[in-house]
């Protein structure tokens, strides 16, 4: 009778198997090189120079919330502020599906071959559950985010309403100061808060394509009203005549619109991104607006109004911020809120109460408080 094989050195009884000794764990752990931070004189020169690394690192400074973060952006952008205002702002905004990233690669393209420099700031929807975004705008702009006369700067929306994200207005302003001179902002997709973009840019372009006349009835009037141009995509192959029938009911329905008061009547127009097709119209009609604010003298009195209109928000969104941040006033508010969601106080009476944790309330006879500094908590 055959006797069982011999047992190797750490093998396996009854087999010729043999385990090999693991790897001892290593006690030095893999340090992780941290970038050295920045100074602002830092963020200005690389800025200036356009070092794309340097210029991705100013963007990001743009989008914190850290207060930290926001003091120093706000040293940046006066320091580029003299460099700021040169370029050629335009909104893109249209529902999805419509072929918003291509249009804006294939127009951006278009711009770079012609000598151009292009920058492209792409706002992504977060998510409400996670804050989360899918930032997929440079893998649906290969071509263009590859072109070193381009640069494709996803921005997660954070939440913000109006399409745009946090520090959108700075980006531009950041983009233009680094030499690019068009500076196209794509937004989330169309609602009724979409037209916070128009307040940012020069020409507010809306995409639509071909069967419009439905999508027209459901748009939010507040979109017709401030676009400067709609183009109808997707102009091509068999649905080129519904994207002809599409831009007729579009200039039906602008011109049932309220003639604008800085004298541009929008136009609208069809093309094709996929093809190339009409993409020189679309752009003429762009420039042609530019011309009209600059021959009207009306491009700087409108950028003048929306700085203002920027300092007003930021100052809106920083005071909650702020509110929000003191732990018993965070405090008061969720309690606040509580009691509003139960009926057990009024929306109005609870907004005054928390008011009053900051401002003293009216005195009688319509007195208005003294506007030194805020109440401490």
Not at 21 to 47: C, F, H, M, Q, W
Not at 118 to 135: N, Q, R
Not at 296 to 318: D, G, K, S, V, Y
């Amino acid at each position: 009778m055959r006797s069982a094989p011999e047992t190797p050195p750490g093998g396996v009884p009854g087999s010729a198997l043999r385990v090999l000794p693991g790897a001892e764990p290593s006690e030095r752990r893999i340090a992780v090189k941290r970038r050295p931070r920045l100074e602002t004189v830092d963020y200005v020169n690389g800025v200036l120079a356009c070092d794309r690394g340097v210029l991705g690192r100013t963007l990001t400074l743009m989008e914190s919330a850290s207060p930290a973060h926001r003091r120093q952006a706000g040293e940046v952008l006066d320091a580029l502020m003299p460099r700021t205002g040169a370029s050629l702002r335009v909104g893109v905004t249209g529902t999805p599906g419509v072929g918003k990233s291509t249009f804006i690669e294939a127009v951006g393209m278009m711009l770079v071959e012609a000598g151009r420099r292009v920058a492209v700031v792409a706002v992504d929807p977060s998510s409400d559950a996670t804050g989360g975004s899918i930032l997929g705008d440079k893998t649906r702009m290969e071509r263009l985010s590859m072109s070193p006369a381009a640069m494709v700067r996803p921005a997660p929306s954070g939440g913000w309403l109006g399409g745009v994200a946090r520090g959108t207005r700075e980006s531009i302003l950041v983009l233009e100061a680094a030499g690019y001179d068009v500076v196209i902002v794509e937004t989330v997709g169309v609602g009724q808060s979409e037209t916070l973009v128009s307040s940012m840019v020069d020409f507010f372009l809306l995409l639509t394509m071909p069967g419009a006349g439905d999508e027209l009835q459901g748009m939010k009037r507040g979109i017709m009203e401030v676009a400067h141009g709609i183009v109808v995509n997707k102009a091509d192959g068999p649905i080129l005549e519904a994207a002809k029938v599409a831009r007729a009911q579009v200039e039906g329905a602008l011109r049932l619109m309220r003639p604008p008061a800085d004298g541009w009547r929008p136009r609208a127009a069809t093309c094709s991104a996929a093809t190339g097709a009409g993409l020189d119209e679309v752009w003429r009609m762009v420039e042609e607006r530019q011309r009209h604010l600059l021959d009207t003298h009306q491009l700087a009195p409108r950028r003048a109004e929306q700085a203002a209109l920027w300092m007003r928000q930021a100052f809106e969104h920083e005071l909650a911020a702020r509110f929000r941040a003191d732990a018993a006033r965070a405090e008061r508010f969720d309690a606040l809120s509580a009691r509003v969601r139960a009926g057990a106080a009024s929306p109005l009476a609870a907004a005054e109460e928390l008011l009053s944790l900051v401002y003293p309330a009216p005195r009688e006879g319509g007195a208005a408080p003294s506007h030194g500094e805020p109440e401490s908590p």
